[in-house]
């Protein structure tokens, strides 16, 4: 892996989630109650040997704050590596970040500061497995300025995303968030690119694209960003099904994606990882997911070897105010 900065977008309120968020940042949400949902893109990033990142948090920051100096942080300092998270800085734009592209500007200094050879942007709030090597791969053979990471998804279905209107190696050609008619990948007119919210730049490419939108008054990537640059810049489209992780079973859905971001999303993604032949193992020794679990599990080991062999359905132990460890069904 080329020298990489990562920074991951963990701002969102989400609103649809609620009453589950009235205290909580929708990534630090429990996922099957021994992680956070955040600790998906954070194990993709960390499995792909990306080592330096930054977690962009805004609304109700503290329990996503906290779950990272537990979880995370301690495995941090045992490497050269780095993880950190950094909120508004107080003194643009009143405290706030107005958008994604605004939170990676405000800390664009920091970036500049690795001199990295690439930075990626991702979202915090997906339950996926991704080996991101390969769509850096991807994005160096193709010498793209930017790569989207993209999911096809039916044409029906089209209107709840953002749409890339990609020709057949990829090169994005347009983007348009949530269209009625949505432009079908080529060769496949059933399907349409949806993009994943995540991100590879060419670091100059970054910064001048974000000066830019800083001066056009632009603070979002989706909304402001990728439309305005398909024809200025090398744009490709990295295809996820094509994305290979070690350790799948052959009963698991392949290039398995699910955005969580309503209670019934989350329900049935929690559905989806129950089970003993389930579309998305949690279990997988040679990509694992890293979270609240791993410290529990160490725990139970120390405390009895016999709690390991009948392990229950929630491993991580920790009951919510508001969750009291149940899944939300509706």
Known sequence: ?????????????????????????????????????????????????ISTIYVLAQYKPES??????????????????????????????GGQFKGTADAVYQYLDLVQAHSPDMVAVFAADHIYRMDVQ????????????????????????????????AEADGRVLEFREKPKHAAPIPGD????????????????????????????????????????????????AYDFAKNRV???QEFEERAYWRDVGTLSALAAAQQDAMGSRPRFNLWNARWPIRGEYELSRLAAVEESVAELKAPALWRGGRRD??????VPTS
């Not at 056009?216 to 960003?225: A, K, P, S, T």
């Not at 105010?321 to 149940?326: E, K, Q």
């Open 1 to 49: 892996m080329r020298k990489t900065v990562a920074l991951v977008l963990a701002g969102g309120e989400g609103t649809r989630l609620y009453p589950l968020t009235a205290e909580h940042a929708k990534p630090a949400l429990p996922f099957a109650n021994g992680y956070r949902i955040c600790d998906f893109v954070l194990s993709n990033l960390v499995n792909s040997g």
């Open 64 to 93: 996503l704050i906290n779950h990272i100096q537990t979880a995370w942080a301690p495995s941090f300092t045992e490497s050269e590596g780095l993880i950190k998270v950094l909120l508004p800085r107080s003194n643009t734009l």
């Open 134 to 165: 390969q769509m850096a791969d991807f994005h160096a053979a193709n010498g793209a300025d930017v790569t989207v990471s993209a999911l096809a998804v039916p044409t029906e279905e089209a209107r709840g995303f953002g749409i890339l209107k």
């Open 189 to 236: 007119p059933r399907h349409a690119y949806a993009s994943m919210g995540n991100y590879l730049f060419e670091p100059q490419v970054l910064s001048r694209l974000l000066e830019e939108a800083r001066s056009r008054g632009e603070v979002d990537f989706g909304r402001d960003l990728l439309p305005r640059i398909c024809k200025s810049e090398k744009v490709f």
């Open 246 to 248: 070690p350790g799948v």
């Open 321 to 326: 105010r508001h969750t009291d460890g149940r």
